[in-house]
C-alpha cells in the first residue's frame, strides 16, 4: 500500500472535517438546564394492512443508513436518532410500500402505516443512484432495486442471473459461476460492479471465464443504475453500474439477537447452500457473526449430440461446471445521536471450472478447454456516518476498504499420460478504495454534497503464461453534486468531477515473458465529467425524468499492456499501448406512473462512446490460440426499456417488460458484436399475504446484427413456474418457495453465452428456497 496516498486522503479528510466537529462540540453544547432540546430522538411506529400487523416488513430510516423489520405487533424503533428531517421507508412483499416524512427535535416520534395489499410489486429504495436515498421512482437516472427475497426467488446460480429480468440487464454466460452482468449491451471495464460502493478488487473484468467474488446467499440487495453513472462513482461506470449491497457493517436493532438464516438447493447441477448471518444487539452496539457456502456439481443441459467445431459429444452436463464456494465474516457497529461508526471483516473462497471441449480420445486433434479457477478475497472494510450539523456541513459519510485478492488458473491438460491441471497464471491484487461524502445543510431550495474519491490498485501476475506486467494503478477524484428544487413538483440536478488516473507498469525480473522483465512505462490520464438530470411530477401518480451524462474512461494497464496466452479463455490476449481514454455522452429520458391497480415504465436513451475500447478476434492464431487483440473505435448504442403491470384482481398481477439495444460501430459502419437481442418477459403472479404463485415466459428474439466474431441465435421462450409461501409464527418469518426453471426443457442458446457455439443453456431445474428472518 502507498503510504503517501493514504496520508494524503487522511489529510484531506481532516481539513474538511475537523472544523465542523469543533462547531459541534464547543459552540452547539445543549444548556445544562434544557438538556431535552438537543438530544437525539427516537423513532417507532407500527406497520398494519387493516387491523392486522405486517410482520417482517422492512422499515428503512433514509438519510442514515438505518433499517429494521417489525415484530410480531408489527412494531418498530430507531433509537438515538440524530435531529433532523428524514424520510421512513416501509416495504414487504404482498403490500404496496409506504414512505412517511418526519422531523426529529427533542420530543420521540411515532409514525404508523396502512399498507395496502398488492400483487404488484413494491418499489424498493435505491441508495446508489444518488447522495440521496430515495425510491426508484423519483431517481433522475432509470434505477432499479432488487430485496433479498426477490433475489431468492429469481432464476439461477449467480447473482448476476438473478437479476438479468431487470429492465436493460441481461447476461453473459459461461457456466454459473463466471456469468456476468450486461447493462444495455455493455460490460467489464463500461460497468462497473460494487460492493457496498466500493470496488470488488478483483480482476472479473480481464476474462470472460473469470468470476466476481461473491455468496449469492450473503446479498441483501442490489441496485442497478442504467445509463452513466460516474459522477459518485469514478471511471467504469460509461455504461451503468450494479451495487452489490451486503450486511458486512451491521446496524443494531431493538432486538438482543437478529438476523437470517438462508437455505437454497437446485437439481440442475445438484446445488445445496447456506447462510447464516446472526447480529447482537445492546444499546447502541452491534455484533455480527456470518458465515456460508455453496457447493455445486457441473450443471445438466438437454441430453444430445453437441459439436464444438471438430468432434460430437453426448453429453447430458455442461463440462467443467462445477462450483465450491465458502464465505465467513463478522462486523461491529456503534450508533447514537453523532451518527454510526463500523468495520467488518470477509474472507471468501472459491474453486470452479470454466466449461468447454472436455478430455477425449480425439485430443491430438481436439484437446481440452475446460479449465479451474481458484480465488481468495479478503476484505476490511470501515464506514462511518457523522450527523455534524454545522454551519457548512450537515452530514459526513466515510466508506473505505481494503482488499487483498489472490487468483489462479489450471487449464485441462491432456496427452499420452493422461490428464493434468497445472497452474498457468496467478494474480495477486490489493486495493485500496475510499470515499468521503461532505454533505452541507439545504440553503433554501439547493442541496448537495462535495465529494473525494480514491482508488489505489497494486497488481502482480506470475506463473507460466502471465497476461500482463505488474503495476500500480491509483486514482483521484472529486465532484460537487446539487439539487435544486424548482418547485414543489420540479426537482434539477447538476454535477461536475475531475478525475486523474495514472498506470505505471513495474519491472519483474522473475517474469516468464522477456517483455515484463523490463517494461517501465507510465501513463496518466485526467478528465472533467459532468451531469443533469430533472424530474417533473406531471400528477400524483405520474413523473418524467432526464438525465444528461458526460463520463470517462481510462484504458487498463490489460488493455495496454497485455501480451500472453489466457489459460481460462483459450486465448492470446494482445494489448494496445496507443489507446486513449473512453469518453462517452449519454441522454436517458423516463416516464412512469403508478396507479391504483397499474404502473409502467418507458426509458428511451442514447449513449455516445469515443474510443470505445474492445477486445475482438483477429482470425490470426499465436502458439496455436486464437489471437484476442485490444482495440478502439466510436460506438453509438441506442434503445428502450419498458415495462407494464396491471393487477385485474384482488392478488393477481399481470407483468409485462422488454428490453432492446442497437449498437453500431460508427467508424467501421458495422455492428458491434455480443450484443443482446430484443428480450423481455411476460409474467402471471398471483401474492397476498401469505402464498404467492408465478408462471413466466422468458423471451428473447434472435440476433441477426452480428459483429465481429459473432455468429447467429435463434430466438427462443423459456417457461419458469414457481410457489412459495410465508409463515409467521411469534416475530419468525419463515419464507419457503419451489420453483421449476426451463420446465419444458427446452434446448436454447443466449446470443451472449461464451459457449453458446458448443453448448445450449442450462436445462430443466427445481429449486427449493428456505430464508428465516428473526
Known amino acids: 500500500m502507498n503510504s503517501k496516498i493514504v ?10 472535517v475537523t472544523p465542523q466537529f469543533s462547531n459541534v462540540v464547543y459552540a452547539q453544547q445543549p444548556d445544562p438546564q434544557n438538556t431535552a432540546s438537543a438530544g437525539a430522538g427516537t423513532v417507532s411506529g407500527t406497520v398494519k394492512s387493516g387491523d392486522k400487523p405486517v410482520v417482517g416488513a422492512t422499515v428503512r430510516l433514509l438519510g442514515l443508513d438505518r433499517s429494521t423489520y417489525t415484530d410480531e405487533s408489527g412494531n418498530f424503533s430507531f433509537p438515538e436518532v440524530p435531529t433532523g428531517e428524514y424520510k421512513v421507508f416501509v416495504r414487504c412483499i404482498g403490500y404496496a410500500s409506504g414512505t412517511k416524512e418526519i422531523d426529529i427535535r427533542s420530543a420521540p416520534v411515532k409514525v404508523s402505516f396502512s399498507l395496502k395489499q398488492s400483487a404488484i410489486l413494491s418499489e424498493e429504495v435505491v441508495v446508489s443512484a444518488s447522495p440521496f436515498a430515495r425510491p426508484a421512482d423519483e431517481q433522475y437516472q432509470p ?11 429469481s432464476a439461477g446460480e449467480s447473482f448476476a442471473q438473478e437479476i438479468s429480468d431487470m429492465p436493460g440487464v441481461s447476461v453473459r454466460y459461461n457456466g454459473a459461476a463466471p456469468s456476468r452482468p450486461m447493462v444495455r449491451g455493455l460490460s467489464d471495464n463500461e460497468v462497473l460492479v460494487l460492493q457496498d460502493g466500493l470496488r470488488m478488487g478483483d480482476v472479473s473484468t480481464y476474462d470472460p471465464a473469470h468470476a466476481v467474488p461473491i455468496l449469492p446467499l450473503s446479498i441483501a440487495q442490489i441496485d442497478v443504475v442504467r445509463g452513466p453513472a460516474s459522477i459518485m462513482y469514478g471511471p467504469n461506470a460509461i455504461g451503468g453500474l450494479i451495487n452489490i449491497i451486503t450486511n458486512t457493517i451491521p446496524t443494531a436493532s431493538t432486538r438482543p439477537f437478529s438476523g437470517t438464516v438462508s437455505m437454497a438447493g437446485n437439481t440442475v447441477s445438484d446445488l445445496y447452500s447456506g447462510y447464516f448471518d446472526g447480529v447482537y444487539s445492546s444499546g447502541g452496539s452491534a455484533l455480527s457473526i456470518s458465515a456460508g457456502g455453496s457447493h455445486s456439481q457441473d450443471t445438466r443441459i438437454p441430453k444430445g449430440s453437441y459439436f464444438d467445431g471438430i468432434d460430437y459429444f453426448e453429453l447430458s452436463r455442461m463440462p467443467q461446471s462445477f462450483a465450491h464456494s465458502q464465505q465467513e465474516g463478522a462486523g461491529y457497529s456503534y450508533q447514537g445521536d453523532f451518527g454510526m461508526i463500523g468495520a467488518g471483516y470477509r474472507h471468501f473462497e472459491m474453486t470452479y471450472g470454466v466449461p468447454g471441449t472436455p478430455p477425449n480420445s480425439d485430443w491430438l486433434h481436439d484437446p481440452p478447454t475446460t479449465s479451474l479457477i481458484e480465488q481468495k478475497k479478503n476484505l476490511v472494510e470501515l464506514r462511518g456516518l457523522w450527523a455534524v450539523d454545522g454551519s457548512a456541513v450537515k452530514q459526513v459519510r466515510l466508506n473505505a476498504d481494503f482488499i487483498d485478492y489472490d487468483h489462479s488458473e489450471y487449464p485441462t491438460q491432456q496427452d499420452s499420460t493422461g490428464v493434468s491441471n497445472p497452474r498457468a497464471n496467478f494474480f495477486h491484487k490489493q486495493t485500496f478504495n475510499a470515499t468521503l461524502q461532505l454533505m452541507h445543510p439545504q440553503f433554501g431550495p439547493v442541496r448537495g454534497t462535495v465529494g473525494l ?18 503495476s500500480v494503478t491509483s486514482g483521484f477524484a472529486g465532484y460537487i453534486y446539487e439539487e435544486y428544487l424548482l418547485s414543489r413538483d420540479t426537482r434539477l440536478q447538476g454535477a461536475v468531477r475531475y478525475d486523474y488516473n495514472n498506470i505505471h507498469t513495474q519491472p519483474y525480473a522473475a517474469s516468464q515473458d522477456s517483455l515484463f522483465r523490463t517494461l517501465d512505462v507510465t501513463r496518466s490520464h485526467n478528465a472533467f465529467t459532468a451531469s443533469l438530470g430533472a424530474v417533473q411530477y406531471l400528477s400524483r401518480d405520474m413523473s418524467a425524468s432526464l438525465s444528461i451524462g458526460r463520463s470517462f474512461r481510462a484504458p487498463t494497464v490489460q488493455e495496454l499492456f497485455a501480451q500472453g496466452a489466457d489459460a481460462a479463455s483459450n486465448t492470446y490476449s494482445i494489448g494496445n499501448a496507443n489507446l486513449n481514454p473512453e469518453t462517452a455522452f449519454g441522454i436517458d429520458a423516463s416516464l412512469k406512473g403508478h396507479f391504483t391497480n397499474t404502473s409502467f415504465e418507458l426509458t428511451p436513451y442514447v449513449n455516445f462512446i469515443g474510443n470505445y475500447i474492445y477486445a475482438h478476434l483477429t482470425g490470426d492464431t499465436v502458439q496455436n490460440l486464437p489471437v484476442r487483440q485490444f482495440s478502439a ?16 384482481a384482488d392478488n393477481i398481477a399481470f407483468e409485462a417488460s422488454a428490453s432492446y439495444v442497437n449498437a453500431q460501430d460508427t467508424k467501421n459502419n458495422e455492428p458491434l458484436p455480443f450484443i443482446p437481442p430484443l428480450h423481455g418477459f411476460l409474467k402471471l403472479t398471483y401474492q397476498d399475504a401469505t402464498y404467492s404463485g408465478i408462471v413466466e415466459w422468458r423471451l428473447a428474439a434472435s440476433q441477426t446484427r452480428l459483429g465481429q466474431g459473432d455468429t447467429y441465435t435463434a430466438g427462443y421462450g423459456v417457461v419458469n413456474i414457481g410457489f412459495g409461501v410465508r409463515l409467521i409464527s411469534g416475530g419468525l418469518v419463515n419464507d419457503i418457495s419451489i420453483h421449476c426453471d426451463n420446465l419444458l426443457d427446452q434446448v436454447y442458446r443466449d446470443n451472449l453465452s461464451v459457449i453458446k457455439d458448443f453448448i445450449p443453456m442450462p436445462g430443466r431445474g427445481f429449486r427449493l428456497n428456505y430464508d428465516l428472518m428473526f
Open 633 to 648: 473505435t466510436d460506438a453509438r448504442l441506442y434503445g428502450f426499456e419498458a415495462m407494464a403491470t396491471v393487477e385485474p
Open 7 to 16: 496520508r494524503l486522503f487522511l489529510l484531506l479528510f481532516a481539513f474538511f
Open 453 to 470: 474519491w480514491t482508488e489505489v490498485d497494486h497488481l502482480r501476475i506470475e506463473g507460466d503464461q502471465p497476461l500482463g506486467p505488474n
Open 143 to 153: 434505477a432499479e432495486s432488487m430485496s433479498r427475497e426477490q433475489l431468492y426467488n
